[in-house]
């Protein structure tokens, strides 16, 4: 019996739990967070970034039990347990509350989660609060996903746009300094934060978005779609009456095209 596709599953958790398909990207992982600290990738739209940074955060809450046959299973030191936040800018509600707003929804929200009482107020002080006061559990892990799309969905209202950068701005601020308390972070979006100048005092954040070490952290190469895909694809071939050389043809049309250091192309 086939297993179950994850379409439009971005957390690792659930995915393994699921027992749905997954193509074993934990050696790319595991190179990446022991090889810096500050990271920033920018991957399109649906490319696999949010299920990266799950995986990341399961690794780091020490669920050895999710990651059993996967290539890291026996490669990563499991008691190293780290508090990690999670934010994710893909549906914490600015479109409605305002942006500023639902930051300290999310930040309370996350206080809560850990059991942590925010004192201060103001997205940057709580923000530096909270890392500040898990950090006595174990240095933080910090993940953030899609940091741009405050900006982005706003570029036809360019007046939004650059309060929301300003705001971002002020937020991200708070990291440089809680260095300290910072084991591993991971920012991800669809821009170049180079070009969105929220970042501008995190000199420290190592840009991997072309690294050549990189490349296949996202999206499938050919030998993992012809490999872990195979019995979709000959399934695929009866239904759509093609053969095999005929269906790579129509994937490589639709789905193939994206690489990253020149040499490995991408599903």
């Known amino acids: ?22 193509i074993d990207k934990t050696r790319q992982i595991h ?37 059993n046959g996967l290539w890291i299973e026996d490669q990563w030191d499991w008691a190293r347990v780290r508090p990690v936040i999670h934010l994710s800018f893909n549906g914490i509600g600015y479109q409605t509350l305002g942006l500023e707003a639902a930051i300290t929804a999310e930040l309370c929200l996350l206080s809560e989660q850990f059991g942590v009482t925010l004192q201060e107020t103001g997205i940057d002080r709580q923000f530096s609060e909270l890392i500040r006061k898990l950090a006595d559990r174990g240095r933080v892990v910090l993940l953030i996903d899609e940091y741009d799309k ?13 309060a929301n950068q300003h705001i971002l701005k002020t ?10 308390y910072i084991e591993f972070m991971l920012i991800t979006g669809v821009s170049k ?3 969105v100048s929220i970042f501008s005092e995190l000199n420290n ?12 952290l996202t999206g499938y190469t050919q030998a993992e779609l012809e490999t872990a895909f195979e019995p979709y ?6 239904l759509l009456e093609l053969n ?24």
Do not use: C
Not at 1 to 22: A, S
Not at 48 to 65: A, F, N, P
Not at 205 to 216: S, V
């Open 171 to 180: 937020f991200y601020s708070v990291i440089k300094d809680s260095d300290p």
């Open 193 to 195: 934060f180079s070009k």
């Open 233 to 238: 694809m000959a399934e695929t071939e009866r």
């Open 244 to 267: 095999r050389d005929e269906l790579l043809i129509q994937l490589r049309h639709w789905y193939n095209g994206y690489s990253w250091d020149g040499r490995t192309f991408l599903y």
């Open 31 to 67: 190179r990446l967070i022991t090889s810096g600290d500050y990271f920033f990738l920018s991957r399109p739209r649906r490319s696999g970034k949010s299920l990266t940074l799950s995986t990341i955060k399961s690794i780091y809450l020490g669920q050895q039990e999710l990651f």
């Open 150 to 162: 405050p900006i982005i969905d706003y570029l036809d209202d360019l007046e939004k746009a650059k």
């Open 1 to 22: 019996m086939l297993q179950k596709l994850p379409v439009g599953i971005q957390t690792f958790e659930k995915l393994r739990n699921e027992d749905n398909l997954y």
């Open 205 to 216: 954040l190592t840009d991997i978005t072309l690294n050549r070490h990189f490349a296949d």
